[in-house]
């Protein structure tokens, strides 16, 4: 059975690994959202936080296409990073896939999508967050 790359970040749905959500946490105080895991609040201080699930789609915020990878990263170079915007406000950093460099425009809507990535042992595949261009209608992730 397939794990999540971070428990605190992202939470699976199904036993394939094919569904999951991303996690947060909200403040009490301030009603601030975070992306993951803390302790505090990144505005206000309060450590009174309350967990929270975000919805599986946002908009492109910004992207870099990175054409030299860190060390150790297993998928095909170039590829895009991509920082989108949820809805519920926090921006997250992630691959987005299945789209050309050309096709990419700010504020374009992207969903969350997940993917097995093997490590060198094949027992130890993890379920990866990643996004890609919205589909058009209603979608079950």
Do not use: H
Not at 53 to 72: C, D, K, M, N
Not at 91 to 118: K, N
């Amino acid at each position: 059975m397939p794990e999540s790359v971070d428990t605190r970040r992202l939470k699976l749905t199904n036993d394939e690994g094919t569904k999951g959500v991303l996690l947060g946490l909200r403040c009490l105080e301030c009603g601030t959202v975070i992306f993951g895991p803390g302790t505090f609040c990144q505005r206000c201080t309060s450590a009174k936080l309350e967990p929270m699930e975000f919805s599986q789609t946002g908009t492109l915020y910004s992207y870099t296409v990175v054409r030299i990878p860190p060390a150790g990263w297993p998928g095909p170079v170039p590829y895009i990073l991509a920082q989108v915007e949820l809805s519920e406000g926090p921006q997250v950093l992630a691959e987005l896939v299945d789209c050309q460099e050309d096709a990419l425009q700010i504020g374009m809507p992207v969903e969350l999508t997940l993917r097995l990535v093997q490590g060198e042992d094949p027992s130890a595949a993890k379920v990866v967050y990643k996004w890609r261009p919205a589909q058009p209608g209603p979608r079950m992730a």
